[in-house]
């Protein structure tokens, strides 16, 4: 197993992208809206990813499914309302019946695990984050998320909790660059991290944002930093689920570091699985060989926690046409009963 979410480029895998998943066993896979043009399609991918994969485990299927402007199932008609105008709405049952109408989506694809909930704070920075979070309070986003992490969970599919440490207040995107933060350890746990700490119990995972906070780590962006992952998330606040970065082909970190570079860097800061999501044909031989040079005691800790990640997944079954189509029917008129907020301004994970 080479332990790495990998993004596919189709709706169908190339014969280089099956030579290449066969031979290094990626951990897992993640789904955008280029490899999602039709239901049925999409879940005949993901069985095949499932195929592909050697050993006892199936493979991590994960996809950005947020609601709101973040969806990759949009174009077959699932467009479920975001974070926010859920949170507006302020009705527990809204959150859950979102929550439920997501999974039975995911489900249907093959799906298993959603890089959500959000637990960022809201800000007016211009960051990738409008209309993405549960609020701008930290008690707000416990409560709402909360709700929307549970029930996902109660449906089989994993949850990941993001961006840790909290990037609410970044004022750029980091798609594009490296946000600076200032703050000590005890500084994000009184307000930013709240969110993270108090949900920590019951998240399979995490998700590292990319930030730069040189109080904690002024080398090092936080999906990098040993002093973060390792010192503060794990050995402080004693998390031991899987830990995943954020994509590492996003200009904060692809300005600075080849995937290779960053994944190693990552794998020893104490994450679990860097995110290569877009070219991974091109890079995953690499990335290979860096997870190579690692010392095997490193492995074998990661490794366990993946395997323990992987353990619990299952693959139900499909919906059939008639069940999708009633399916449908029922998401329209959901979403069309929640009003939408403002998602200014854009930012490229809305296209992916």
Known sequence: MLPVIAGVEGCVLSERERELFTRLQPAGYILFTR??????FARELTDELRRLT???DEPIIAIDQEGGRVVRTAEIGVALPSAAALARAGSSHLIRQAALYNASCLHTLGVNTN????????SPH????????WGSGTQ????HAGVWNRTTLSRGIHTCGKHFPGMGAAECDPHHDLPVLHGTRESFLAEAAMPFTALMPELPSLMVAHLLIPEIDATYPTSLSPALVQGFLRDQLGYE????????????I????????????????????????HGAVEYLSGVAAAYANLPAA??????????????HISTPRPMSFIEWNDYLKNVAAFTASVAEVNAAPGSPVQGY
């Open 35 to 40: 490899n999602i043009a039709d239901y049925e």
């Open 54 to 56: 050697t050993g006892p």
């Open 115 to 122: 890089f959500a909930p959000v637990l960022d704070l809201a």
């Open 126 to 133: 211009a960051n990738a984050l409008p209309s993405r979070c």
């Open 140 to 143: 707000e986003v416990i409560s």
């Open 241 to 252: 689920g899987v830990v995943f970065t954020d994509d590492l082909c996003m200009g904060s």
């Open 254 to 277: 692809a300005k600075r570091y080849s995937p290779a570079e960053s994944a190693e860097l990552a794998w020893r800061a104490g994450c679990d699985l860097p995110l290569v999501c």
């Open 298 to 311: 490193m492995k074998e800790a990661l490794e366990l926690r993946v395997e323990r990640f992987r353990l």
